[in-house]
Each structure stands twice: as structure tokens, then as C-alpha cells.
């Protein structure tokens, strides 16, 4: 099963943050859009935690993107990431919200947190 799909446009940031995770003993798998990690995750098991941007650019942001995916994996947890603070609006109590830039231990304590909210 994939602990973490990873949604971010930047390539940059999205191989950083893959390294990271996979450092951290994450199985994880990047996307660099909403319709691409939907794809993925019609084919797969639900991952643990979805970790997307908010600003995807072009196409779906991530707050739809999530809404999309719980429609595939019901209950799926989310950590959303964003630069911009203003864009919080859909998020459940279950989501968390990690601020650009981020440590990488803060990162895995939003998906820990994330986790064990989704269990409650």
C-alpha cells in the first residue's frame, strides 16, 4: 500500500518533498497535477495520506482535488501545503494545514497528525 500520494506542480519542490518522505521510510509516489493523482488513484489501493499543494496551477486545486479523491477512497486523510494562508476554505476537521516553507520532521508530524485524526 502507498503511505503517501504527493500532489505538487513545482518539480522542484515535489522532488524534494518525494526524497524526504522516501528518506523517512515513506513508500511515496509524486504527481505534478490533480487529474494525474486521480488517475492513480483509480488504478491503486487508497494511499495513507494525501499530501497536495492548494495551487496547482493550471486544472484542479488541490482543496477539489481532495473532495474528487474522497469520492474514490472515502475518509482518505490530507495534508494541504500552501505559501498563501487565504485559501483554506473546505477544509474538514481531519485535514491539516502546513505552511510553506516547512521543515521536513514538521511535514511528518502534519501526516502523523493527519493519521490519527482519520482514525478517530
Not at 484542479?60 to 475518509?75: H, I, S, T
Not at 486523510?77 to 477544509?91: D, K, N, Q, T, W
Amino acid at each position: 500500500m502507498l503511505d503517501i500520494l504527493l500532489v505538487e506542480d513545482d518539480d522542484l519542490v515535489r522532488d524534494c518533498l518525494e526524497v524526504a518522505l522516501v528518506e523517512a521510510g515513506l513508500l511515496t509516489t509524486g504527481r505534478g497535477s490533480a487529474e494525474a493523482a486521480l488517475g492513480l488513484l483509480s488504478a491503486h489501493a487508497p494511499p495513507g495520506v494525501v499530501v497536495t499543494d492548494i495551487n496547482l496551477g493550471a486544472g484542479m486545486d488541490g482543496l477539489a482535488f481532495v473532495r474528487a479523491a474522497r469520492e474514490v477512497c472515502p475518509g482518505v486523510p490530507a495534508v494541504f501545503i500552501s505559501g498563501r494562508y487565504g485559501e483554506l476554505r473546505g477544509m474538514t476537521p481531519r485535514d491539516r494545514f502546513l505552511p510553506k516553507p516547512f521543515s521536513t520532521p514538521a511535514l511528518l508530524r502534519a501526516i502523523e497528525d493527519a493519521r490519527a485524526s482519520a482514525k478517530q
